[in-house]
Nanobody
């Protein structure tokens, strides 16, 4: 079935930076669209940023100018660079990707395990 494995979460002070990684399985033939979501207790999971297979990006208004989503297709890995972090960015962050297992194959949605990001002084 494959998996997405996240890394890079942690504790950072306001104004600091953090970089999340989302590594895909070698069983994936290709990764199509990819995104990052975040969720806090009592809140709906929200889309933070997304990127297409061609590199086109979109961001939630709350993170525009501070977060950057990117991908390395050769490594089947996505990234979320988070700068100028604010306390309200505190959440569990989940990567998401639509993947295929062979050329022209059906696409499946896969999720990372979640990474805790805490912004606090």
């Amino acid at each position: 079935q494959g998996q997405l494995v996240e890394s890079g979460g942690g504790l950072v002070q306001p104004g600091g930076s953090l970089r999340l990684s989302c590594a895909g399985s070698r069983s994936f033939f290709s990764i199509n669209a990819m995104g990052w979501y975040r969720q806090t207790p009592g809140k709906q999971r929200e889309l933070v940023a997304s990127i297409t297979s061609g590199g086109s990006t979109n961001y939630a208004d709350s993170v525009k100018g501070r977060f950057t989503i990117s991908r390395d297709n050769a490594k089947n890995t996505g990234y979320l660079q988070m700068n100028s972090l604010k306390p309200e960015d505190t959440a569990v962050y989940y990567c998401n990707a639509d993947v295929s297992y062979y050329s022209g194959g059906r696409r499946y949605t896969r999720w990372g395990q979640g990474s805790q990001v805490t912004v606090s002084s």
